[in-house]
């Protein structure tokens, strides 16, 4: 079982940056691919970015490919999402998850099914 829980949502003008965290519990963070998805208003969620479980491998919708980075640090169980250059339509809910990975250096699907742990979700709002 893994629980996680994001932080660091807000709100920021267009042109700014934010950085969210999500800290997970439990021994085997090392094991599991880790996403970030977000969900605006009417909208369905849409994958964002993927790390792999070593941290070696990353991927990203291309929209924010760029402008966004994924990294972890498996000795604080945390990934990251460093977001630089926000427009208004990054505005979202996120959310980060976990699936376990068999494979230590590949970056995780974007289909939101294979992930088996979410949490809760942090807000990101960019004004214009």
């Known amino acids: 079982q893994v629980q996680l829980v994001e932080s660091g949502g807000g709100l920021v003008q267009a042109g700014g940056s934010l950085r969210l965290s999500c800290a997970a519990s439990?021994?085997?963070?090392?094991?599991?691919?880790m996403a970030w998805f977000r969900q605006a208003p009417g909208k369905e969620r849409e994958f964002v970015g993927c790390?792999?479980?070593?941290?070696?491998?990353?991927y990203y919708l291309y929209s924010v490919k760029g402008r966004f980075t994924i990294s972890r640090d498996n000795a604080k169980n945390t990934v990251y999402l460093q977001m630089n250059s926000l427009k208004p339509e990054d505005t979202a809910v996120y959310y980060c998850?976990?699936?376990?990975?068999?494979?230590?250096?590949?970056?995780?699907?974007?289909?939101?099914?294979?992930?088996?742990?979410w949490g809760q979700g942090t807000q990101v709002t960019v004004s214009s």
């Open positions: 790390i792999s479980p070593s941290g070696g491998g990353t």
């Open positions: 998850a976990a699936g376990f990975s068999r494979d230590p250096s590949v970056a995780g699907p974007t289909n939101d099914g294979w992930y088996d742990y």
């Open positions: 439990g021994r085997t963070f090392s094991s599991y691919a």
